[in-house]
């Protein structure tokens, strides 16, 4: 079965700087999507970037890079100028291509704090 | 585009009544829609996936009798807690996904659903 880990329950950073947020999942399946969503107070989910699995480029979108380590089934996510509007629960999600189910599997999510 | 509604947003219920909530996607239509549950600072835990036009299929430990889920059309998804009580207090979000299985799940506002 495939798991999530999100070992880091909370993470500050002050604003205007970068702060990475871990992710490590376990899986047999070699064709796979890897997530990031952010839900802020409102609890809305909102996707903040995606990967897949067989490219090699590590994903960006503006300010949010990830390092996707694939041998090492890492997938981190790093927020450059941080900004107060970035405080929320970060989840990494793991979406399995090749099982035929398709389903989404959550981490236990990071809350980042942004400090003035 | 891609927007998925849910209503009610915040339901208060006395225990031993149902409860309906709606998930709708508004501008795509969506084969499959996923049903989590969130308890407090935890994170996504899927209850069952629906599908338009035959039976939900349920996570292991969710009560089909309990929540049921009805998919009678591409656009709408219900979840009903029958009977509900105290325990099923909790945070309940939709998704569905557009087009093709590689498009990324879009989640709706979530339902607070309350049971006093």
């Known amino acids: 079965a495939q798991t999530v880990t999100q070992s880091q329950p909370e993470m500050s950073v002050q604003e205007a700087e970068t702060v990475t947020l871990s992710c490590t999942y376990d899986?047999?399946?070699?064709?796979?999507?890897l997530f990031w969503y952010k839900q802020p107070p409102s609890r809305q989910m909102i996707l903040v970037i995606r990967?897949?699995?067989?490219?090699?480029q590590n994903a960006t979108e503006n300010r949010f890079s990830v390092n996707f380590q694939k041998a090492a089934k890492s997938f981190s996510l790093k927020i450059s100028d941080s900004q107060l509007g970035d405080a929320a629960m970060y989840f990494c999600?793991?979406?399995?291509?090749?099982?035929?189910?398709?389903?989404?599997?959550f981490g236990t999510g990071t809350r980042l704090k942004v400090l003035a | 585009g891609a927007v998925v509604s849910q209503h009610p947003s915040w339901v208060i219920c006395k225990s031993g009544t149902s409860v309906k909530i709606e998930c709708r996607s508004l501008?795509?239509?969506?084969?499959?829609m996923f049903w989590y549950r969130q308890f407090p600072k935890q994170s996504l835990m899927l209850m069952a996936t629906?599908?338009?036009?035959?039976?939900?299929?349920?996570e292991q430990g969710v009560e089909k009798d309990k929540f049921l889920i009805n998919h009678a059309s591409l656009t709408l998804s219900t979840l009903t807690v029958t009977s509900a009580h105290p325990e099923d207090s909790s945070f309940y979000i939709c998704?569905?996904?557009?087009?093709?299985?590689?498009?990324?799940?879009?989640f709706g506002n979530g339902t607070r659903l309350t049971v006093t």
């Open positions: 998704s569905a996904r557009p087009g093709q299985v590689r498009t990324p799940l879009h």
């Open positions: 899986t047999s399946e070699s064709d796979y999507y």
């Open positions: 990967q897949e699995a067989y490219k090699q």
């Open positions: 999600a793991y979406r399995g291509l090749t099982s035929g189910t398709y389903k989404y599997i």
């Open positions: 501008d795509f239509q969506a084969t499959t």
């Open positions: 629906s599908n338009e036009g035959s039976k939900a299929t349920y």
